[in-house]
């Protein structure tokens, strides 16, 4: 699986593009805003789109989705559905950020824990992590032992839970009980910032280093 990081939109957000190197079929993940600078981008890298697949439903995440795949003709996957009241209330949250409206979102698939997405001859595994938001889910390429984390895990912190039904507790458990065990040598994209492994987060993430559980 390869991967291209495009920065967007002023909250600097992660939208990644994943794509089989075999098949050169591709996703576009979390795209937060910017739909032409995406679209660039992609064309560059002479890539064919066939979903977007969101993490979760914040509008730094999702605000060029609607864009996109009318522009690619290609549904959207993802989150889980427990996120359904934040894609209906991105219109509010277009006002909060005084950016342009963002209208309602409904994908055309929801994913759950223990479903899989093909990205040309690659599978992802979803996992289901709540805590930052209760449908928040990760995209995991054990082959290539690449994580798409969304905002559970950052370089150095975990994600923020002090938004609607946001749960820090609920949050390090998923870090702890569902990404750590995938292993060490385990690399992740983060909505936000640089890159790192999950074992580097293990040993020098400061809200990791109570005692972890035993797998």
Request: negative net charge; contains cysteine; proline residues 7%.
């Amino acid at each position: 699986m390869n991967y291209h990081l495009i920065p967007v939109t002023a909250f600097a957000q992660n939208c990644s593009l994943i794509w089989c190197e075999e098949t050169l079929q591709a996703a576009i993940v979390d795209p937060g805003g910017e739909a032409q600078k995406i679209v660039q981008e992609v064309t560059a890298k002479g890539v064919t789109v066939g979903q977007i697949l969101l993490t979760h439903g914040h509008l730094d995440h999702v605000g060029a989705a609607a864009e996109l795949a009318a522009h690619y003709g290609v549904p959207v996957v993802g989150p889980q559905k427990a996120d359904d009241f934040w894609l209906q209330g991105l219109p509010a949250q277009s006002r909060m950020f005084g950016l342009d409206e963002c209208l309602p979102l409904t994908p055309d698939r929801w994913l759950d824990e223990g479903e899989t997405v093909s990205v040309g001859n690659a599978t992802l595994q979803v996992l289901h992590c709540p805590g930052h938001t209760p449908g928040h889910i990760v995209f995991f390429d054990d082959k290539a032992k690449l994580l798409v984390s969304g905002d559970v895990i950052f370089k150095g912190g975990v994600g923020r839970s002090d938004f609607p039904q946001g749960d820090h507790a609920a949050l390090i458990d998923s870090i702890k009980r569902k990404l750590l065990p995938l292993g060490d040598d385990v690399t992740f994209i983060p909505g936000h910032g640089p890159l790192s492994t999950l074992g580097y987060e293990r040993l020098h993430n400061p809200f990791l280093q109570d005692e972890l559980p035993v797998w």
